[in-house]
Every structure is written in C-alpha cells, then in structure tokens.
C-alpha cells in the first residue's frame, strides 16, 4: 500500500479547522495578553502565558460541548450542523427558519460562557500558581473612597482584585470575540469562493 | 582479535553497554528480557497471566525507555521536546492495540492525555510516590501543556465524528467539499456512487414486477394511482436498502406523461439532506410503459408467438380467438443513464 493509499484512507480531515482554530487562537491570546497586561500590571511573558492557558482550556471546554451537545441534538438540527460544516451553507429543512435567531442566540451564550470559563479559569491559574499579580493602580487609590476601602484591611481589597480580573477578563474577551468574529466574516466572504 | 576491528568493536561496545546502570539504555535491556521472558513463558505454557504480566512489563518499559533516550539524546526537532508524546504513543498503542477491534479511535483521543501524564506525573510524584509541588514555573508549563493537550484530543475527536457522519449518511461523501471552512478531502480518492443511483436501480426493479409483462388494462389503473404507487415505492425502496440514517432524507418521485399509445414514467430520487449545490440535487431515470400485443400465453397452443408486436388492428384480429389477440400487455424499458439535476423536480 503507498502512502497516497494511506492518505486517501483518510476519508475527510479536518486540516481547515485546525489551521482556521489555531490562527484565531494565536489572534485571541495575543489581544487578550495585551489586556490582560495592561489591567493586571503584568510581564509580556506572564501575561501571554495566562491568556495562553485560559483560551487554550475555554477552546478545549468549547469543543468538548460541541462533540457531547451535537449528539443529543435532533436529527434535523444535526443535518444543519452537518451541512453548515460540511458545505458552509445550511439547506431547506423545517429548522431553516429558526436557525438565524438560534444562531445570535448560541453567540451571546457563547460569550458569556467563554468569560465565565476565562474568569473561572485565570482565577484558578493565579491561585494555582501561589502568587496574585500587582493590581492596585495608585491613580485609583487616590480617590477618597477608595483609600478608606483599603484602609479597612483584606476583605475590600480582594472584592477590588475580583473587580479588576472581572473586567479585565471582560475587556479581554470582548475584544478577542470582536477580532475573530471579523475573521469568520472575512473568512466566509473572501477566502472561501 | 583481528587488530583492524578493534575501533569498531570498541565502539559498538560503548553503543550497546550503558555508561552506568541508571540509564535509558538498561530500561531498553529490561524491556526486551520482559519480551524473552514473554515469548519463552508462552513456549512452557505458563498462565496467560504470566504471559500477559511479562508483555505489560516489556511496553512499559519500552515506553520508558524510549521516552528516556529521547531526553539523554536531545532529540528535539524544532525546539519541541517529543519524548513524552513518542512515550505515550507507545503506551496507548499497548492499551488500546491489545484489545483489538476499533482500537485505532480510543488510542488517538487519549494520546495526548497520556502523553501530558507522563509529563506530568514526575512532576508532581516523587521518587518515593509521594506527592510534591513542582515550582511556580513548572506549574505554568504543565497547565499550558493540559490545554494544548485537551485541544489535540478534541481535534482528534471531531475527525473521528466526521468519519461518524460519512458512514450514517454516505451519500455526502459523494459530493464536493471545496466551500467548507472545516474539513478538506485528500484527492485522489475514489468517488463513491451516490445511494441514489441505487435507489433508482431498486425502484426500477420493484415497477417492473409490479407492471412489466402485465395486462394493459391494469397497467393503466395502477398509473392512475401514482400517489399510492409512490407511497409504496418509497417504503419499499427503503426496505430494500441497508438501514441507515440518511434513508429518511431520499425522496422517490414519480410522474408520467403519455408517449405514442403508452405512457413516459420519470422515476426521481430525490435528496433531501445537506449538499454543496444549491437547492440540492435528485436523479432521474426514464422508463417508456408501452402496451405490446401479446397472445395470451395460458390460452394458444397453435398460434405462433409474436413478441413485442404493435397492437394489431382488431379488425384484423382472429374471429375464432377474440380474447387472447385483443389482450395488450405492458412492456417497460428504463434508460440505462441516471443522471443528476440541480434543484428541485
């Protein structure tokens, strides 16, 4: 058997996705490590290495939803699924109708449950790590309220550093969702005919 | 010893004799005495348990100690260290490869997994089994490296629940994947007829026995019922065929328009299922349903047979035999092409 034999046994491979998948991360952790820089006064090293850590866990977390969710679907909704991947189109079928709205629905569930994860995530890495990052800003620190706060001792200023992951991982992730929604947009009208 | 061989000799020794007895060499040695153990309990006819304990140790070691001599070396193309995934591969090819069957699908989705475990656990084992803390650093690379291997193995999956929808639906490997952002079909491959050349094959058999070499006149009352015909069609059709997911989205069609004295049937297979054309696609077949005057095959034994004959005059017909001339029998002729239309009928 000759290795073109081999290859041809292969059937399908998923060689585009994986490409496609690996641009985007690379796209999304270097956006969300600028962020995350900036909000949690990091390194460049260390906070490429977080944004590596929680996109590469939320992607593996997304397709493992995917591949579990995609076989308790009904069949219908599975044969969209199937043509959206297949043929990048979707074809005439009871569900055709429903499936714009479900789309922008399965979006805005997506996001939120990508910054949960990223949140759930980053918190976990730092804890797992032994070490919180730098965080109190002294421009915020100035303010009036915000010295009394700290003044008070650990509990505040925990709830600040919660505040500050929170939005930092917010900011991150809406950027990066920003970027690689136009990257899929660009990617359906240019790249592919 | 002859004295040219001697830097030979010596090398080969330096080659194949450990430097000190903790090294991956020795491991190496292990595994292959765990295989003579292997092979030679097997030839006394010692307990499969024996056997199979000697073979485990042997790829465990093997795993080991190629795992081992890819470190010592520093094998590393491209900077990456491929040890422990040359490590794991071995051990879930000595998982998976022993049971036989679909084994192929388990080791790869696992391959990573196993691989970031043979990272991993001396990282976080000691030497002793208890456990330990590795240093912030280690920490950090060992959550990357789960990431990334999570990520593997899922790519690993989608490939093999793709190969899970070719087979529920097979018709969709027959068409073209060029617009996909997913998934790319490495050419040369065959490309298989599409299900719906054989249900058409299947319909024009199932039509025939029910219409060819049959009298006319109930030819043309089951034309009447083309609804009902179709509906029958269709689940024979399916019964006719392997059970499978995609039988459901194959639609069989018939219409008829009248040609000469007889009847032009279209028998379409129609696809309903996702497919890279636009509006989709169906097959058609065209079978001529033709009546053909036929002596009655039960009744004459003096008249000589005509086959195929056009429907004689009935003026011109027999007195002394009205019932067996005036019978005209149906003859069905299909094309022989099946050939494929964009759209919908």
Known sequence: ?193 | MIPPLRPYVTSLKTSLLPQSAFSWLTVIYMSLISWLMSGISRYLGASPFTVGLMATLAWIFLALGVGWAFEAKRIKPFGLSIGPWVSGGILCLFLFGSWGGAWLQPALITWPLVSFLVVAVPNLLSWELQPKRPSPAVRQSLALLLGFSLLLSSWFQFYFRLQTWLQDYPSLIADTFDRSAFVYRIPGQAMPLSAGVSYLTQAELLIKDQVHNKPWPGVERWLLNLRGQQHNLQSQVQLSQPASPESSLWQINLGTATQGNGYRLNIQAVWLGPSALDGGYYFEKVCDIMPVAQPAAYGGTGASPRPNAPLPDPANADPSRPAAVSTAWAQVRCQLETPLHQGRP
């Open chain 1, 1 to 193: 058997m000759s290795p073109t034999d081999v290859l041809a046994d292969l059937g399908l491979i998923p060689i585009k996705a994986v490409v496609f998948q690996s641009m985007l991360l690379l796209v999304a952790i270097a956006l969300e490590a600028m962020v995350l820089r900036q909000h949690l006064r990091l390194g460049y090293q260390t906070s490429v290495q977080y944004a590596a850590t929680i996109n590469l866990l939320t992607t593996s977390l997304g397709w493992i939803a995917f591949l579990s969710l995609e076989a308790v679907l009904p069949t219908a909704l599975r044969q969209q699924i199937m043509s959206y991947v297949l043929f990048s189109r979707f074809f005439d079928n009871p569900w055709l109708d429903a499936l714009p709205v479900m789309m922008v629905v399965a979006a805005i569930v997506v996001f939120f449950a990508t910054y949960w994860v990223k949140l759930q995530g980053l918190s976990a890495l730092v804890a797992l790590l032994g070490k919180a990052p730098v965080l109190e800003a002294p421009a915020l620190s100035d303010r009036p309220g915000r010295s009394r706060s700290s003044r008070r001792g650990a509990p505040s200023a925990a709830r600040s550093r919660t505040a500050t992951y929170t939005l930092a991982v917010l900011q991150a992730n809406a950027l990066s969702f920003t970027a690689i929604v136009i990257l899929l947009f660009l990617q359906l009208q240019v790249v592919l005919p």
